[in-house]
């Protein structure tokens, strides 16, 4: 055996977790991948950009960027069997930097992420227990939706559901692999079920053909703009927990010789399918409510207003609670996967056991969302957003997505396929794949795929010099991205320059 563990050490190799089964890998990729995204900016993004084409561009690009994207990363953790910064590390030096800025990044979106599935914690313990929960403002819960979403923004709630959702990722996240495993293996089918059954309740709904045509209703030309399809790129990045070091942690705790390829096709279509399967769900009982409009569709008001406004006026309150529960679940395991993938990236360079490292990083990401759930009233100027910490929780995303995601996902492309070498991505997924990537694909990883990024990335650019820089309402939207730029970039130089064990 010692023959075959290469460059690895073999103390290294025994101390590895690993999953328990190819189904567990499977499901708990799933689980990162299909989060909030999947019942909110999905749909919102299809039906705002136009419907079907949408859906057909999306799939073109995922075929193109996104499937590449998550087989590289893959190839990265079950190759070296580390996490992020330690993998990109043994391409090149210059590669730990990227690692280290990229698990920054997503300790900014992981901050904001339990903030939100803390909101829909909350709703879920409303729709629970009703009015003995809140007074007046469980009243509202029934009766007012955008009433409620504001009161809820506006307390303490939010720190409230922060703790409670910390807490359950922390419990999960504990156990490391197994931990992570035990718990995919019952949302994987209690997510599915409840999501069809909520889409076969919303299609025998009164307003299932005007929800449907508003989700899914072509509006010409849109093949033909860009917007279409940067936009499919950026959001396929954040849908499929690409540029998040997530993939190559998951990956790392693959047995030697692990499938990737059927593995990289599986987990990104049943997540593109549970995205448009929730569409079905939401958009017909939003219809039927009379609740639905383009005003509400793209911001946070769609999740937190229109769908509970939905789901409760139709089906009340327990449909509300299956409903918001199914959020948290979904929001759950995205999360657990992130705090994994940092917990990870620092065992493996500092050389700390979990324990000490799951608790010191909850800690550390728990207080970086504290900000976030900010309920003072933000400034006027920022007026689009009524607290400050949904104020902050919009701008910081937009550079962590746009920004974040979409350059850390370049630039592992490029050391990955031109430093390190393209083939050797082939020839490690044929290696054990289910089926066999043709030679010619290396240029879909080492050409194709980039530029893709780079053409999604200019549009991104060119749209702030063309409307100005993002809120652009005070100063303080010029400082976000500052603050962004010094989080990042400094804990990449300062953790870089750490001197760990390995
Ligand atoms: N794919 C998730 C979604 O659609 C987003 C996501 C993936 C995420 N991994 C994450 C969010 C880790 C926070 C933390 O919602």
Known sequence: MASDLGETSIEAEIARETWITRLGFIFAVWGSMTGLGNVWNWPSKVSLLGGGPFVLIYLIMLALVGIPVVLTEFVLGSTFRRGFPSALKRIHP??????????????????????????????AGFALTGLQLGGPMGAAYFTDQPEFFVNLLMSPLTLVGLIVVWIVVFAIDYFGTKGIERSVMIFFPLLWIIVIGMAIFGLTQPGAAAGINFYLNPQ????????????????????????????????????????????????????????????LAVFPIAATVGVLGDETVGSVGFAFVAWPGGM???????????????????????????????????????????????????????????PFTLWMAAPGAAATDVTWGLYLLDIFDYYVENFGLVLVTLFMMLITGWVWG?????????????FELPSWYVWVIKV????GIIAAFAFIVLSIFLEGLYLAGTVLDLIAPLVWVVICAGAAIALTMAKGVE
């Open 312 to 370: 409760t006026m139709s089906g009340g309150n327990l449909l509300g609670f299956v409903f918001f529960l199914m959020i948290v679940f979904l929001g759950v395991t995205s999360a657990v996967s992130l705090l994994e993938a940092v917990v990870t990236a620092v065992m493996d360079k500092f050389g700390w056991p979990r324990s000490r490292t799951v608790i010191v990083m909850t800690i550390v990401m728990f207080l970086m969302g504290v």
């Open 448 to 451: 194709i795929a980039p530029i």
């Open 422 to 434: 393209g083939a050797k991505i082939i020839e490690t997924a044929n290696e054990a794949g289910d």
């Open 220 to 279: 010409p030309n849109q093949f033909f703009e860009t917007k279409m399809w940067s936009t499919a790129v950026s959001l396929s990045f954040f849908k499929l927990s690409a540029g998040m070091g997530i993939l190559t942690a998951y990956a790392s705790y693959l047995p030697r010789k692990g499938e990737l390829t059927n593995s990289a096709v599986t987990t990104s279509l049943l997540d593109t399918t549970f995205a448009f399967t929730a569409g």
């Open 94 to 123: 210059a590669g730990e930097f990227l690692g280290w800025f990229c698990m920054a990044n997503s300790a900014v979106l992981e901050a904001f992420y339990v903030v939100l599935i803390g909101y829909a914690a909350v709703y």
